[in-house]
Nanobody, 121 residues
Framework: QVQLVESGGGLVQVGGSLRLSCAAS?????MGWFRQAPGKEREFVAA???????TYRDSVKGRFTISRDSAKNTLYLQMNSLKPEDTAVYYC??????????????????WGQGTQVTVAS
């Protein structure tokens, strides 16, 4: 099972930016980001296909950008124009079938430990 380690979370004011990173223990293909706020269900944020095509939930379109550095086995999430509702623990993930972009929590085979993002209003 692939090991995933997130970093880059922190405290930022509304309208600010953060860049999250996820280091994988080996070669990864399709990957994604999820988030979970206190008392809420874990929800899909963004995913990138094996060929590099991105998918985003509607609430982050135009603000977040998912990317990957294949040479470093690292996934990124650039978050701009942050809002209080973006506050959550963010997790990177790999689908059970690895080549398929993960878009639901039930489809995920490997999770990172999570990194906290707090947007102060």
């Amino acid at each position: 099972q692939v090991q995933l380690v997130e970093s880059g979370g922190g405290l930022v004011q509304v309208g600010g930016s953060l860049r999250l990173s996820c280091a994988a223990s080996g070669r990864t293909f399709a990957m994604g980001w999820f988030r979970q706020a206190p008392g809420k269900e874990r929800e899909f944020v963004a995913a990138i296909s094996a060929s590099g095509g991105p998918t985003y939930r509607d609430s982050v379109k135009g603000r977040f950008t998912i990317s990957r550095d294949s040479a470093k086995n690292t996934l990124y999430l650039q978050m701009n124009s942050l809002k209080p509702e973006d506050t959550a623990v963010y997790y990177c993930a790999v689908h059970r079938s690895s080549l398929i972009p993960p878009t639901t929590p039930a489809s995920v085979g490997s999770w990172g430990q999570g990194t906290q993002v707090t947007v102060a209003s």
